[in-house]
C-alpha cells in the first residue's frame, strides 16, 4: 500500500492506494496531523510521497516513527511526462502532480487541465510532448475579496449563486462579475483547446470544481483526486 500526501499551508491531504485503487482518505489541519498516527499504523504502508508548501517538520517525524520509506516530490524528481516549459523550477508541484494525473487517465490525448481554487490553473498536456504550458488566474474568492481590497466603497462579499445575469444590485452586480467571469474564462479556454488542438479531454479538480461543474456548458471529466492519482504514479517512478 501507497500513501500519497499533498500538504498545503493549513490542511494536509492523505490517500491510500493499494494499487491504483483509492482505498482511504484523510483531511487534517496540519497542526492535527499527529492524530492520524494510530490510524495509518493500522495499514501495511510501503512508500509515501509528500508534495508540501507547508511546515513538513510534524509530519515527517511522524512517518520516521512508523518506519515509511518517504519521497519528497520536487522539481527535480523523475516524471513520466516531459515538461516543455520555461522555467520548470518555478512550475507548481501541484500542476504538474495534476498534468501527470490527466495523463495517465487518458495518456492517448490531448487533455486540458482546470483546477479551480485560490487561483485557477489552465494546463495542457500533449501525448507527444508532455506538459506544454498553462496559464494562472484568480479564483472566485480572490476576485470578490480583489474588488473590496482595491476599492473604497466595494463591500467585502461571499459567493452567492444569484438568478440575474446583470445584477439588479451592488452585491449582485459583484458576486456575478466574479462568478460568471470565472465560468466565462473556463468555457473560452475550453473552446480555445479544442479549436486548436481537436478533441481534447477537459479534466476538472481542485475545491471549488463542484462549485462550478455544473455549470460548464461542455463535456468534461471531474476528478477531485486527480493531483493525487498523479503523485501515485510520480512515486512509482522515484
Not at 516513527?65 to 515538461?83: E, H, Q, T
Not at 473552446?191 to 463542484?210: K, P, R
Request: glycine share 8%; charged share 20%.
Amino acid at each position: 500500500m501507497n500513501l500519497i500526501i499533498d500538504q498545503g499551508n493549513t490542511f494536509c491531504k492523505l490517500a491510500l492506494f493499494q494499487d491504483d485503487d483509492l482505498q482511504h482518505y484523510y483531511k487534517v489541519e496540519n497542526a492535527q496531523i499527529e492524530t492520524l498516527k494510530t490510524s495509518l499504523s493500522s495499514f501495511n504502508i510501503e512508500r509515501a510521497i509528500l508534495s508540501s508548501v507547508g511546515d513538513e517538520i510534524a509530519l515527517k517525524t511522524m512517518l520516521e516513527g512508523l518506519n515509511i520509506a518517504l519521497v519528497c516530490f520536487n522539481s527535480a524528481s523523475k516524471l513520466p511526462i516531459k515538461v516543455n516549459y520555461e522555467t520548470p523550477e518555478t512550475l507548481g508541484l501541484d500542476r504538474i502532480a495534476a498534468a501527470v494525473g490527466a495523463w495517465k487517465l487518458s495518456p492517448d490525448t490531448i487533455n486540458l487541465i482546470i483546477d479551480i481554487g485560490t487561483a485557477v490553473t489552465y494546463d495542457m498536456v500533449t501525448p507527444e510532448n508532455g506538459f506544454i504550458g498553462g496559464n494562472i488566474a484568480p479564483g472566485l474568492d480572490m476576485r470578490l475579496g480583489a474588488m473590496h481590497h482595491f476599492t473604497q466603497r466595494l463591500p467585502l462579499l461571499e459567493r452567492c449563486d444569484t438568478h440575474n445575469h446583470f445584477g439588479k444590485s451592488t452585491a449582485e452586480a459583484m458576486q456575478n462579475g466574479a462568478q460568471k467571469g470565472v465560468l466565462a474564462e473556463i468555457n473560452h479556454y475550453i473552446d480555445y483547446a479544442n479549436i486548436e488542438y481537436g478533441g481534447v479531454s477537459v479534466f476538472l479538480t481542485g475545491g471549488d470544481a463542484s462549485y462550478f461543474e455544473k455549470m460548464i456548458k461542455s463535456d468534461i471529466f471531474a476528478v477531485p483526486n486527480l493531483l493525487m492519482i498523479g503523485l501515485l504514479e510520480i512515486l512509482k517512478i522515484n
